[in-house]
């Protein structure tokens, strides 16, 4: 079974900066589209950023694109988001994905995911 495992979450205030990181054991991982989603409560699931398996392309969603930057490292299975000006409105929790083939900023469209990592960023 497919475990991405999330880390890097946590309580920061408004300006501040985290860095969540997803790694997996799974050999594949440098086939995979690696992507960010957040969940805040009682709202849907929704794309923040996405990266192609050679790191040659990414996306960002509007709200955080200048903010956030996703990488990955091939050679560790890991893939990171550095999230920077964090505001208020960022809080949720972050989950990362892979799936097989190119770029999609719908949920539906992903293989694997992990459990989710707690961002909460103060005012």
């Known amino acids: 079974q497919v475990q991405l495992v999330e880390s890097g979450g946590g309580l920061v205030q408004a300006g501040g900066s985290l860095r969540l990181s997803c790694a997996t054991s799974?050999?594949?991982?440098?086939?995979?589209?690696m992507a960010w989603f957040r969940q805040a409560p009682g709202k849907e699931r929704e794309f923040v950023a996405g990266i192609n398996w050679s790191a040659s392309t990414t996306y960002y969603a509007g709200s955080v694109k200048g903010r956030f930057t996703i990488s990955r490292d091939n050679a560790k299975n890991t893939a990171n988001l550095q999230m920077n000006s964090l505001k208020p409105e960022d809080t949720a929790v972050h989950y990362c994905?892979?799936?097989?083939?190119?770029?999609?900023?719908?949920?539906?469209?992903?293989?694997?995911w992990g459990q989710g990592t707690q961002v909460t960023v103060s005012s």
């Open positions: 799974e050999r594949t991982f440098s086939s995979w589209y």
């Open positions: 994905a892979a799936k097989r083939g190119g770029y999609s900023s719908s949920p539906d469209r992903y293989d694997y």
